[in-house]
């Protein structure tokens, strides 16, 4: 529709849950992710903000995309399922990742003239 430019069926390289694990085995805290983008691209956040629930099984993060001041991110998982959202308008980069099946994420590149329009939720 109108609404999405672009949208591919993605997998994650190693999903929140395994990389919050791994930084519990060596003690250093998590500063970065890296999500998914469009055509094998990646985009790279820093985060800014945690909420992550004592088994690392499920939180949220919020932040930046690295080198963006004005861009913001969120980013969910839960039971192996992730989502988040990028909006980079310097980099004219507008992402919503839905989950799909654990390890894997729908990628759509949205207008966001004609995607958000002021209503909470998507329609």
């Given at each position: 529709?109108s609404?999405?430019?672009?949208?591919?069926?993605?997998?994650?390289?190693?999903?929140?849950?395994?990389?919050?694990?791994?930084?519990?085995?060596?003690?250093?805290?998590?500063r970065?992710?890296?999500?998914?983008?469009?055509?094998?691209?990646?985009?790279?956040?820093?985060?800014?903000?945690?909420?992550?629930?004592?088994?690392?099984?499920?939180?949220?993060?919020?932040?930046?995309?690295?080198?963006?001041?004005?861009?913001?991110?969120?980013?969910?998982?839960?039971?192996?399922?992730?989502?988040?959202?990028?909006?980079?308008?310097?980099?004219?980069?507008?992402?919503?990742?839905?989950?799909?099946?654990?390890?894997?994420?729908?990628?759509?590149?949205?207008?966001?003239?004609t995607y958000?329009?002021?209503?909470?939720?998507?329609?």
């Amino acid at each position: 529709n109108s609404r999405i430019i672009h949208r591919q069926l993605v997998y994650d390289k190693e999903t929140a849950a395994a990389l919050i694990e791994r930084a519990r085995l060596t003690g250093e805290p998590i500063r970065r992710l890296t999500l998914p983008g469009l055509d094998g691209q990646e985009v790279q956040f820093e985060i800014t903000k945690a909420d992550v629930n004592p088994s690392g099984q499920q939180g949220t993060f919020a932040g930046r995309v690295v080198g963006y001041d004005d861009s913001m991110v969120t980013f969910a998982f839960k039971g192996g399922r992730e989502a988040f959202t990028v909006i980079s308008p310097s980099e004219n980069l507008f992402l919503q990742g839905d989950p799909h099946e654990p390890g894997d994420l729908i990628v759509k590149s949205i207008d966001p003239g004609t995607y958000v329009l002021g209503v909470c939720g998507n329609p």
